[in-house]
């Protein structure tokens, strides 16, 4: 890993046809589909590649948060973004941005990412190698800014009296 860009940026995705619901875009079970393969493009930087489950470990995802911000429609060619916002040795916390390959943000989702290891399974410490590759990205992305939709909570907000 030469260089840690800051955010990371996936490849070019599309969005394929049978994604589309009956509203005439993009269900919304495939904006996670969509982030879900734009991480694994940064896994690959991370140690988190396809044969790492091979050391008997792996990553769960705890809990994501997605908010959805404009619609998508098939062919539409985008990206993801990803900001790592903070890690420990057994878990980090990311922030991701679906982009429109036009120029605009299509959704954010926020998550909580575990390390496992499958003979419990159990949440498990990193190896070294992946906690300084981690260690090497959160420092390239602690000069970002905070995303504003980071650390949001779900709740009907009481109206002011």
């Known amino acids: 890993m030469s260089e840690t860009p800051a955010p990371f940026r996936s490849s070019e995705m599309k969005v394929l046809p049978e994604w589309i619901d009956f509203n005439g875009h993009l269900n919304m079970a495939y904006y996670n589909v969509l982030f879900d393969q ?4 940064a896994y690959a930087q991370i140690g988190f590649g396809p044969d790492y489950q091979r050391s008997g470990c792996t990553t769960y995802v705890a809990e994501f948060h997605v908010c959805y ?9 985008v990206y993801t973004t990803l900001q790592l916002l903070d890690y420990d040795e057994k878990r ?15 959704a954010t989702g926020e998550g909580l990412t575990l390390h496992v ?9 990193m190896p070294e190698a992946v906690l300084a590759k981690l260690d090497k990205m959160h420092r390239a992305h602690a000069t970002l800014p905070k995303p504003t939709q980071a650390g949001r909570s779900i709740g009907i907000r009481p109206k002011s009296t």
């Open 69 to 77: 911000l404009r619609e998508l429609h098939e062919g539409d060619s």
């Open 117 to 125: 290891d499958q003979s419990g399974p159990r949440v498990a410490p």
């Open 92 to 106: 980090f916390h990311s922030f991701q941005q679906l982009w429109h390959s036009d120029g605009w943000l299509a």
């Open 38 to 41: 734009g991480v694994d493009q």
